[in-house]
């Protein structure tokens, strides 16, 4: 089936610093990819749709200027998160859609993990 | 708007045991119904979904779900659980095939010797 890969899986950063976490659709081209936040023992909060080649859409309450999405190939979306803060310390994942599959079926990333210091 | 509600927060269920996980929609049209397991630190794997058609969806790993469209339910179902079971279980809804989802809060679904 699809993947979809996420990089880091881990990162530690100092606050005030920026971080940047990849999605990448490993053998599929995804023209829109998805940016969700998951608190502990929570469940997926949708923080963006990511559009290639356009800016992202974000949901309300989610600061552009704070978490940076650029979607600039088909198989490749990222997510910096900018002046990062000990707030900002939660699960990322990311999704992309097999549209040319046909499934309908969104796939996930493993997850990437940010603890800001 | 579109919500699920998970109404357990956690399960135990002895290994070997059957399951069901309990899951309510709100939507006003046909829904685009799935669940999801993750397990610690984890991404999400699906396990199975419903677009249409047969109401009783057979997934991955033993599991099945019926989607009542009169109780906006979406139970998830197993007839008997294996320790490796054990993880969080969501149930989410989309309004069309490709859109983005609305996820419950989840079920931690704990299994016993």
């Known amino acids: 089936g699809a993947v979809v890969s996420q990089h880091p899986s881990w990162v530690i950063c100092k606050s005030g610093t920026s971080v940047k976490i990849e999605c990448r659709s490993l053998?599929?081209?995804?023209?829109?990819m998805f940016w969700y936040r998951q608190f502990p023992k929570q469940s997926l909060m949708l923080m963006a749709t990511?559009?290639?080649?356009?800016?992202?859409?974000?949901e309300q309450g989610v600061e552009k200027d704070k978490f940076l999405i650029n979607h600039a190939s088909l198989t490749l979306s990222t997510l910096t998160v900018t002046s990062a803060h000990p707030e900002d310390s939660s699960f990322y994942i990311c999704?992309?859609?097999?549209?040319?599959?046909?499934?309908?079926?969104?796939?996930f990333g493993e997850g990437s993990r940010l603890t800001v210091l | 708007a579109q919500s699920v509600t998970q109404p357990d927060i956690h399960i135990t269920v002895s290994e070997g045991a059957s399951l069901e996980l309990r899951c309510n929609y709100s939507y006003g049209a046909t829904p685009y119904l799935f669940w999801y397991v993750q397990s610690p630190g984890q991404g999400l794997q699906l396990l199975l979904k419903?677009?249409?058609?047969?109401?009783l969806v057979q997934g991955i790993k033993g599991f099945e779900a019926e989607f009542k469209r009169s109780q906006s339910s979406f139970n998830l179902r197993k007839p008997s659980v294996h320790w490796s079971d054990a993880a969080e279980y969501f149930c989410a809804v989309g309004d069309k095939r490709y859109s983005t989802l609305t996820f419950g809060k989840g079920t931690m679904l704990l299994v016993s010797p």
């Open positions: 999704s992309a859609s097999d549209v040319g599959g046909n499934t309908g079926e969104l796939f």
């Open positions: 419903y677009f249409s058609g047969d109401t």
């Open positions: 053998d599929f081209q995804a023209t829109t």
């Open positions: 990511s559009n290639e080649g356009s800016k992202a859409t974000y």
